[in-house]
T-cell receptor, first 116, second 113 residues
């Protein structure tokens, strides 16, 4: 069974440029998460979807970040414009509804962003 | 606020040594506690969990006991292998929060042959 797939794995951009990350969750998982992992720190939740609905986006900086999950499967996280401080690893995770209750999440390998 | 604190890394051990990685937490109510592991080049994966006080989670020779009196969930393994080299994250989930994990900063373990 395929795991959570993210792309691109690495992205280098100049500040003020836009960037987008894509995530394909495990088949059948209706809960999808985007986490931010700064260097030397643990992941922090940005947004959580149940199907196509964003049920927790309280930590998403909405001035420059946006996310969507059309049709309740794949998801895209966008940053526009990017700032130097956005350099980090962006993790996507998915779970079943039961997994969301029990805390069993499945993570992708992450997309590492470097903003110059 | 709710938080998780782990011991600073990196931790470097010889093969077959005993491992302890300390984890303490601050949380309201009665959280569930987790250890996630990230092997090189892979995504984070659940290693073990405990959902209530005095529960012991175990997997792959690793163990951790939920200690409410000391608000701790220390990870232990009796004999580490080179293949255990990874980054270990302690995390909690509040019972009121579906799916939201609060992670510690991670502890890098390097096991030398």
């Amino acid at each position: 069974e395929a795991g959570v797939v993210q792309s691109p794995r690495y992205k280098i951009i100049e500040k003020k440029q836009p960037v987008a990350f894509w995530c394909n969750p495990i088949s059948g998982h209706n809960t999808l998460y985007w986490y931010l992992q700064n260097l030397g720190q643990g992941p922090e939740l940005l947004i959580r979807y149940e199907n196509e609905e964003a049920v927790d986006d309280s930590q998403l900086p909405k001035d420059r970040f946006s996310a969507e999950r059309l049709k309740g499967v794949d998801s895209t996280l966008k940053i526009q414009p990017a700032e130097l401080g956005d350099s980090a690893v962006y993790l996507c995770a998915s779970s079943s509804l039961q997994g969301a209750n029990t805390g069993e999440l499945f993570f992708g390998e992450g997309s590492r962003l470097t903003v110059l | 606020g709710d938080s998780v604190t782990q011991m600073e890394g990196p931790v470097t051990l010889s093969e077959e040594a005993f491992l302890t990685i300390n984890c303490t937490y601050t949380a309201t109510g009665y959280p569930s506690l987790f250890w996630y592991v990230q092997y090189p080049g892979e995504g984070l994966q659940l290693l073990l969990k405990a959902t209530k006080a005095d529960d012991k989670g175990s997997n792959k020779g690793f163990e951790a006991t939920y200690r409410k009196e000391t608000t701790s969930f220390h990870l232990e393994k009796g004999s580490v292998q080179v293949s255990d080299s990874a980054v270990y994250f302690c995390a909690l989930k509040l019972s009121s929060n579906t799916g939201k994990l609060i992670f510690g900063q991670g502890t890098t373990l390097q096991v030398k042959p």
